[in-house]
């Protein structure tokens, strides 16, 4: 069978803002969708595998580019706030479900983009039916030093679109892989600097997050790696263990780094996202005004 292949979209955003998004069509009759959100730094083109593994599976996955990032070059590295973050994801969730409403959608946050997934679901939980945390940024191990946030504070009332570096900039942080540290190293669309708008949103996400953990009712599922030098995964683990969801489900990876798709054997945790996926994404029954609404067995 020919390898699937991704469609190249642009969604524009309520404000204007031209979204590019990777999407990667089931190959068979569609029993879901998967948004997958990515981190701060990566984009779409990380994730090539991933979404080749989903559509083999028969879910539709879409990658949307944060704005600013990746292949969106305008605004490089600025958000002008926390909730036009969000906004963006709400609105491409409502795109997707607009044209399929009983096609149940399913929600991932990679690192930085676990932020973003969990206020997301927070916010609108009857746009999510299932939620899935992959070495989610939540409770983070790096970080700007003392000083890089004084300078931020300031241009937070001076000049919000002045650049600060990302804590990110070695390779070894997401992979041991030798060929795909050269590729982050090399990737002319990763991100690598951030306005200290999109600094002050993180910070005020940050804020959010610790506040939404008893709104999370989705099933919700935790991946994490054993080696990752991001993630602080026991706090991490401690943030999941509060969250309301009843279905709750966590996978541990003890030689998993960062960035699971860069690991010697990256088809695995697709392999068992999709496993965890599958029972819970239920068909949406239709309400009144025809739009889908989860099934009672879906929470």
């Not at 879409?62 to 605004?75: A, E, K, M, V």
């Not at 600025?78 to 959608?105: F, K, Q, Y």
């Not at 003890?254 to 088809?267: L, M, R, S, V, W």
Request: aromatic share 8%; charged share 25%; proline share 9%.
């Amino acid at each position: 069978m020919p390898e699937p292949s991704p469609q190249e979209q642009t969604f524009r955003a309520s404000d204007g803002y031209p979204l590019q998004t990777t999407v990667w069509p089931a190959e068979s009759e569609a029993c879901g969708h998967l948004v997958v959100l990515h981190g701060v730094q990566s984009h779409s083109g990380w994730y090539h595998r991933l979404g080749a593994n989903l559509a083999r599976a028969g879910l539709t996955a879409s990658f949307p580019n944060r704005r600013g990032s990746g292949p969106n070059q305008q605004d490089r590295g600025h958000a002008p706030t926390a909730r036009r973050l969000v906004d963006d994801v709400v609105e491409w969730i409502e795109d997707v479900r607009s044209r399929d409403p009983g096609l149940p959608v399913g929600l991932a946050g990679i690192s930085w983009g676990g932020k973003i997934a969990v206020l997301t679901t927070a916010r609108r939980p009857d746009l999510v039916d299932a939620l899935a945390l992959i070495c989610p940024g939540l409770e983070p191990q790096v970080g700007v030093t003392f000083r890089e946030k004084l300078k931020i504070a300031k241009a937070v009332f001076t000049d919000r679109r002045k650049t600060f570096p990302i804590p990110l900039a070695d390779p070894a942080l997401f992979t041991d892989s030798p060929e795909k540290q050269e590729f982050i190293r090399n990737d002319p669309l990763s991100l690598r600097d951030a306005t200290a708008g999109l600094l002050l949103a993180s910070f005020l996400i940050d804020r959010s997050i610790k506040r939404s953990a008893k709104k999370l009712h989705r099933p919700a599922l935790l991946m994490l790696g054993g080696r990752d030098r991001i993630i602080d995964n026991a706090r991490t683990r401690a943030y999941f263990d509060r969250i309301a969801a009843e279905d709750r489900s966590v996978i541990e990876y003890p030689e998993g780094c960062h960035t699971f798709e860069f690991d010697p054997d990256p088809d695995r945790y697709a392999r068992d996202l999709v496993g965890w996926l599958q029972p819970r994404l239920k068909p949406r029954e239709a309400d009144a005004s025809g739009r889908g609404r989860p099934a009672p067995s879906a929470i």
